[in-house]
């Protein structure tokens, strides 16, 4: 592990499925790392990964999940002393299934990758500029969990292709699950994405439409976090928020949770006006530089359903938690994601329904996204049903469920723009359908 390259696979039987699950205090009465499933580290007290040079695991909070750190600490993102990590959006470990897990590592280059069966999962972030530091791996690895069996773990002094990986897999494998491997590529590399082909009938009408490239259609937003970021220009509405330095700069514990300062380095754009039922939403945006993170959220209201921008004081933190950790239920879509701790190597997507931290999606695309180029926005709900494209290509179809612990199907809010630091974008031509559901309930 402390060659300067090289790698690791071993073969993973997870004995219960794996997937991200919402934690409440009570869960780490026992055990508080009752969230990572180790699979290697170099700390005999494998379940503290904080302590760990080295350690390759699966945490089942939402995001990151399967982890190959090669640095103490932990948050190796969000601080000013970064470390070496290879993280992925998502992933999930389905029960009885064997799967093949590589590790690779370059030190003097910074790239670090996650495979599981032959498919790429985990990358470093590919947009910090030059090798991020990395620690000695300890004199020994442990590992042991509950929740797997182990099976032929080898080491390599070199790193593996991913045609090397895949040879090897395929080599090894008793019998590759056809289906398990078809969700990976999918999932992974972006593989049979189809078409969104869909035109609203007689009972969608228009609720709203806006250019944005004139000063007036401002109006129609609530400017929340770095107000002065967001621009009108002959081609649309541009938002460049500030660099990471000054969130960092912000507040040193770097929490959403408990930050002490109002964080102007992130912003929201919310409409003013509010839907009800089935919503169509579209956009243009153009990227004007690399590593930001943009999102949508849709059907955003309080925990009864009420116009939170009405009957409460309105809000100026730009902050993430109002996504995810406050009292305002919504659906968010990252659409566009180059942030630190996402695949930022290829296009990814993300969906969540909050603020439960339900996941409802995640897709990566085989390319890369562009500069100085249009690209459209297309967030369909027709009933529990949520369906994202980006330029017609499906990447997202999920069904909600009001009867799984996670709230009801989202079905009336605001919506909302928002971006973090160190993103830089036009917008152009919204457009929102609303289909109201009475007309689909007495249709």
């Given at each position: ?183 990976l590529e999918r999932t992974y590399e972006g593989k049979g994405l189809p078409r969104l082909d869909w035109a609203p009938d007689a009972t969608w009408k228009e609720a709203l439409s806006l250019p944005m490239n004139r000063k007036e ?19 649309g509405m541009r938002v460049t928020t500030p660099s990471l330095d000054m969130y960092l700069a912000l507040d040193p514990s770097k929490s959403d949770l408990d930050a002490s300062k109002v964080d102007v380095s992130r912003m929201y754009l919310w409409s003013r006006q509010t839907f009800e039922g089935d919503l169509h939403a579209t956009f243009e945006f153009k990227l004007l530089q690399h590593g ?152």
């Amino acid at each position: 592990m402390n060659e300067p390259c090289g790698a690791l696979t071993m073969w993973v039987l997870p004995l219960q499925d794996l997937f991200p699950a919402a934690g409440y205090p009570q869960h780490a009465a026992s055990n508080p790392h009752y969230r990572i499933h180790t699979f290697l580290s170099d700390r005999e007290n494998i379940a503290d990964v904080t302590a760990a040079q080295f350690a390759f695991y699966y945490d089942t909070n939402w995001h990151p999940v399967l982890l190959a750190k090669f640095h103490g600490g932990n948050d190796l993102y969000w601080r000013r002393k970064r470390g070496a990590v290879a993280a992925s959006g998502h992933f999930e470990m389905h029960r009885l299934h064997w799967y093949h897990m590589t590790v690779t590592w370059d030190r003097s280059l910074g790239v670090f990758c996650v495979y599981a069966n032959g498919v790429l999962i985990a990358t470093h972030d590919t947009s910090h500029q030059g090798p991020l530091p990395t620690q000695t791996c300890g004199s020994m690895l442990f590992g042991g969990n509950p929740a797997f069996a182990y099976s032929d773990i080898a080491f390599f002094d070199q790193v593996l292709s991913p045609s090397e990986i895949r040879t090897m897999f395929l080599a090894e494998a008793p019998q590759v699950d056809a289906h398990l491997q078809e969700s990976l590529e999918r999932t992974y590399e972006g593989k049979g994405l189809p078409r969104l082909d869909w035109a609203p009938d007689a009972t969608w009408k228009e609720a709203l439409s806006l250019p944005m490239n004139r000063k007036e259609d401002l109006l129609a937003f609530y400017h929340q976090g770095a107000n002065n970021c967001s621009h009108v220009t002959d081609e649309g509405m541009r938002v460049t928020t500030p660099s990471l330095d000054m969130y960092l700069a912000l507040d040193p514990s770097k929490s959403d949770l408990d930050a002490s300062k109002v964080d102007v380095s992130r912003m929201y754009l919310w409409s003013r006006q509010t839907f009800e039922g089935d919503l169509h939403a579209t956009f243009e945006f153009k990227l004007l530089q690399h590593g930001g993170l943009c999102l949508f959220m849709a059907q955003a209201a309080g925990m009864q359903g009420e116009d939170f921008m009405k009957d409460y004081p309105l809000r100026s933190d730009g902050a993430m938690r109002m996504v995810c950790w406050e009292d305002v239920r919504n659906y968010h879509w990252e659409f566009y994601r180059e942030m630190l701790d996402v695949r930022n190597d290829l296009v990814s997507h993300a969906c969540l329904k909050n603020p439960w931290f339900k996941p409802m999606s995640f897709q990566m695309e085989n390319r890369r996204w562009d500069l100085d180029r249009w690209y459209r926005f297309e967030f369909l709900q027709e009933g529990n049903r949520l369906r994202g494209a980006i330029d017609g290509v499906t990447v997202m179809d999920v069904m909600d469920n009001s009867f799984d612990n996670n709230g009801p199907v989202l079905r009336n809010g605001h919506i909302a723009i928002r971006c973090m630091m160190r993103t830089d974008m036009i917008f152009r031509n919204l457009r929102v359908l609303n289909r109201p559901d009475f007309l689909i309930r007495f249709k």
